[in-house]
């Protein structure tokens, strides 16, 4: 159907578009339950698809849903291509899809999972101690906010700006980096590997068991210019993996900032795959300006924690477009955008 957008109005719709499509093309399917369950008792999975062959020595992996109700646009990028292109592949070449990482907030319209947890935060060393977040200490009680409206909300939305104005727009970008000490708070990166974490790790080298070159994408929504992919590589500035990752995506991809681990899931891919170079990528598509978006984050918060007795449907639909646009136009550039990056990734990988 030419006017597909592949966009699919929840998690579950969005899974059956992706199912029916991976049917069609028959490649190797396989389902991870979730222990929590998505509205209504939902069972929940995140879905593995390989298509090219097993012993595949180079790799596309291509993942939707991290960030929970980020998945829309990740999950019709990877049916789109499926749709369009999902029966040829170069040989010696597999793409493997990650459906619904973090199936838990795609389903529930979250960001975090079922443990409150901020995916992308995760794969630390949990063996190691736990970094602490000065910044956020600073920032929580203004930002992770328990009220929806009122007085007390309004002087803390004030003080959150106040502090904005005092600390730089750059430092309270660092204080939502991360945190590992409130888990009740926002961006909580955990202190064990979350079930995502441990089944990602399980189904990549099963999928990949001769991969020794792949190209890691994670698709993600919320920051940046609107309907853009901004490519943000996890490699340091120099390095070998920087330059390919440039090669690959172009030169508007940026190197990670320093040489900390800060949790992303394509680290669970670089540790899984041993023996393989994994050149990792967050793509980050714009919706609205980030002083939208964080509204947004902040009544979610709020009404999951201390007013689900509360009709959340305004505030569920205000998160939902937070993350993902109603507007076709936008999602004709997410596709555009998303299906380049997947091809110039098979480019590169042909080449190197
Ligand atoms: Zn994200």
Not at 24 to 36: F, H, Q, S
Not at 131 to 137: C, E, L, T
Request: proline share 4%; charged share 20%; hydrophobic share 40%.
């Amino acid at each position: 159907m030419a006017s597909d957008s592949h966009f699919r109005p929840d998690y579950a719709a969005c899974r059956e578009h992706f199912l029916n499509l991976s049917n069609v093309l028959g490649g190797e399917l396989m389902r991870a339950i979730n222990p929590a369950s998505g509205p209504d008792g939902l069972e929940l999975s995140t879905d593995f698809l390989r298509l090219g062959p097993t012993d595949a020595e180079r790799a596309l992996i291509l993942v939707s849903g991290t960030h929970g109700a980020e998945g829309f646009a990740g999950s019709a990028i990877q049916c789109a291509w499926l749709a369009a292109h999902g029966g040829q592949l170069p040989d010696n070449l597999a793409v493997v899809m990650v459906h619904g990482l973090n199936a838990f907030g795609f389903a529930h319209l979250r960001r975090v999972n079922e443990n409150n947890v901020d995916l992308n935060r995760n794969f630390i060393d949990h063996e190691a101690d736990h970094p602490h977040n000065d910044g956020y200490a600073k920032v929580a009680h203004f930002l992770a906010v328990n009220r929806l409206d009122g007085p007390e909300r309004e002087a803390a939305d004030k003080e959150l700006l106040r502090l904005g104005v005092e600390m730089g727009h750059m430092n309270i970008m660092r204080a939502i980096g991360g945190q590992y000490d409130d888990a009740e708070g926002m961006f909580y990166g955990g202190r064990v590997p979350s079930w995502s974490n441990r089944a990602l790790r399980e189904y990549l080298p099963k999928m990949l068991p001769n991969v020794k070159l792949a190209a890691y994408v994670d698709i993600h929504t919320g920051l940046g210019p609107s309907g853009y992919g901004s490519p943000m590589c996890y490699h340091l500035p120099k390095s070998a993996d920087y330059n390919l990752a440039k090669a690959w995506w172009g030169g508007d991809v940026t190197a990670a900032a320093a040489k900390i681990n800060h949790g992303k899931t394509g680290v669970g891919a670089m540790e899984a795959l041993m023996g393989a170079r994994v050149i990792c990528l967050t793509l980050e598509f714009g919706t609205l300006p980030f002083d939208g978006i964080l509204p947004a984050l902040q009544d979610e918060h709020a009404w999951w924690w201390h007013h689900r007795d509360r009709d959340g449907s305004t505030i569920k639909a205000n998160f939902k477009a937070a993350f993902c646009r109603d507007d076709r136009e936008w999602e004709s550039q997410i596709i555009e955008r998303g299906l380049q990056i997947v091809a110039t990734s098979i480019e590169g990988l042909v080449k190197n």
